[in-house]
DNA sequence: TTTAGTAGTAAACAAATGAGCACTATTATG
DNA sequence: CATAATAGTGCTCATTTGTTTACTACTAAA
């Protein structure tokens, strides 16, 4: 059962937090006072004494460094979280629902969750995400409706690579051809034609991809 | 650059790992000394020297409970390793490589790495593993030559489901067909014949496919 | 106005903790 | 055999760190 906090005990509930991560121990009352320029020990103490009793610390009496937090209280920050997905080998990437027209496909409105990818099969560089897969276009292709498609947009795209694009503001998955300056998107499905893009304005290439993961059931 | 540690040592870093995961800040010298029965605290400090110049430990000089891990060294253990997939959505499940004759498909000697799958798609109950497809039999299904297939040793395994057996001590993924007790395993391409499975001795069924992953490059 | 809670001061004291010295003993290697 | 490395002893000293006392000041609520 956790109590609400005071702005000056929530600021140094962080900074107890953020030290501990930085430097592998948790920091002295003297260190605390330090920080937020309070040069009596016992006024640090006060507000340690406070964070026990509201359910945030545990203190160790007369144990140097003996501050720990109590259960649920170490929350996971943003550096934490990349170094824990590279000591364990994911990257956590937005899965993409329905393209909004005229904003960019990564913005907020457009992602309807995340999917962990094991990170052996991108780089940490690549601003890799998702895409659920409508339609049967691609099936010869090994690509099936439901499938989820993992794009990145920071490979090289040639001849034949399977893309997704954006036609007239709908995603869509197709192999990639250019000849004679003159873009086609070939489906992997004999029930459908290539799509001839002659209107550069309604098309932009989003990325190329790079993996398919399907779940059964 | 780690270098190699004597018996004594490697038990001092494990102890202060445990320590510290107990008790969210590290050991001093003297409980360093009592778990041990060193009563000098000479004689534990140079244990901590030696870990800090073999490129484990960091040990800040004049601060009590002064001691931090140096970069890769905080091994995962079991526990938070289960706590860490948990809030952060994901298992790691091993890769089978060769299937040895005789042994249990997930022994030591069958297992050639992990990959990262998203929690989503699986229960923590289920003992998944991933198996490499070889061949194309299962073309027509979507399933490709190097894809990954992840496999579920716990589903109820039905007519018409993808699975992994075992022919003659070789694995196979097929589409499973029971009929009138009799089990053929279908391939999804016309280039193969169906396996009408009649010695009973060398076939197992391992279990039912419930995700495919591929990485293209 | 009174009371309670929050936030601090300065200082002394007590306890915890690391640092260092001079030594012994054992084992492995050249 | 000699040397180096590892592993410890007992002890003292220096430094760090927590605890306690007696106080002030401010704010909010009853």
């Known amino acids: 059962m956790k ?4 702005d000056r005990q929530e600021e140094i509930l962080t900074f107890i937090k953020q030290f501990r991560e930085e430097n592998g121990y948790p920091p002295t009352l003297r260190e605390i006072g330090k920080k937020f320029g309070i040069s009596s020990t016992f ?7 406070a964070l026990v009793k509201k359910g945030y610390l545990n203190i160790e009496s007369n144990a140097s460094r ?5 259960k649920g209280v170490e929350e996971i920050q943003d550096e934490k979280f990349f ?3 590279e000591d364990y080998g ?4 937005p899965v993409v629902g329905r393209v909004a ?18 990170s052996s099969f991108m780089k940490k560089s690549e601003d890799c995400f998702a895409l659920k897969v409508k339609g049967d276009s691609m099936i010869n292709a090994g690509i099936f409706e439901n499938d989820l498609v993992i794009i990145s947009n920071k490979r090289e795209i040639v001849n034949g690579d399977i893309v997704v694009a954006l036609l007239e503001d709908e995603a869509t ?4 051809e250019i000849k004679n300056k003159s873009i086609r998107l070939l489906p992997q499905n004999n029930n459908y034609q290539p799509i001839d893009i002659k209107d550069v304005e309604n098309f932009k290439l989003i990325g190329k991809v790079i993996g398919i993961v399907r779940w059964l059931n």
């Open 173 to 176: 998955v197709k192999t990639y």
């Open 43 to 49: 006024g640090v103490k006060r507000h340690l004494d």
């Open 3 to 6: 109590n609400k906090l005071t």
């Open 66 to 70: 003996g501050i720990s937090f109590q």
């Open 83 to 85: 170094r824990i997905q």
């Open 90 to 93: 994911f990257y956590k990437i």
């Open 101 to 118: 027209a005229g904003i960019p496909i990564l913005a907020e409105e457009n992602i309807e969750g995340s999917v962990v990818i094991d």
